[in-house]
């Protein structure tokens, strides 16, 4: 079974301050890893995904296979960076495609 | 650019009713998702397909079911609305191990 962990349901700071998202994933095999981002009233939207390796609107996440985490991190939070933010794990075995998703965490950056 | 497009935004149903929730995609993906989305709990798994009437359970399929009799079409089912059911039901849709494209979503209220 593939399983995401995403331990904090809210994190606020203040703009400038740096940012880490917490994930933490449970797969037996080769797990392909995202973050995905929802803006208030907005669809759910691709942020980034581990094989790309890329910085998207200043965000970096980096696979952890010893520690099974992907955790998400800005060095300098701005204001509408403010979204809920989701851990999304798709297994490479035989029970398909399966995108599994976290619990979600949302982000409030303060002025 | 990539069309998720579910049938509904607003959806009011009374308990016991029979529920179809309407999704189509554009992009010729193979597989298509149903989430449902609530406040602390995530993104849950419903079902998803793979393939033309093709499907798999996800995490919570109990009280639902699902149909795809053509590539572009992702149905899902309430047979007897209860309101448990009562969320927000997210669609989306990708192509094998890519990112998922969601839809804008339906949110459902059971009374």
């Known amino acids: 079974a593939q399983r995401v962990t995403q331990p904090e349901k809210l994190l606020s700071v203040f703009k400038g301050a740096p940012v880490e998202l917490k994930c933490n994933y449970s797969y037996s095999g080769s797990p392909e890893l995202f973050w995905y981002v929802q803006y208030s009233r907005q669809r759910l939207q691709l942020l980034l995904r581990?094989?790309s390796r890329e910085s998207i609107k200043g965000f970096t996440a980096d696979l952890n296979k010893g520690e099974t985490s992907f955790h998400l991190k800005k060095p300098f939070a701005q204001e509408e960076d403010s979204a809920m933010y989701y851990c999304a794990l798709r297994g490479a075995n035989n029970a398909g495609n399966m995108l599994t998703f976290g619990g979600g965490t949302r982000l409030m950056v303060k002025p | 650019d990539v069309k998720v497009t579910q049938s509904s935004r607003y959806l009011v149903k009374r308990t016991g009713e029979k529920v179809f929730l309407e999704c189509v995609q554009d992009m010729d993906h193979e597989n298509m998702f149903w989430y449902r989305q609530d406040p602390g709990l995530g993104l849950r798994l419903i079902y998803f397909?793979?393939?033309?009437?093709?499907?798999e359970k996800g995490d919570i399929p109990e009280g639902y079911s699902v149909s795809r009799e053509k590539k572009e079409r992702f149905s899902l089912i309430l047979e007897s609305a209860s309101t448990n059911q009562t969320s927000m039901y997210l669609c989306a849709s990708s192509f094998v191990y890519t990112e998922a494209f969601f839809g804008q979503g339906t949110r459902l209220t059971v009374v």
């Open positions: 397909s793979y393939d033309v009437k093709m499907k």
């Open positions: 581990h094989i």
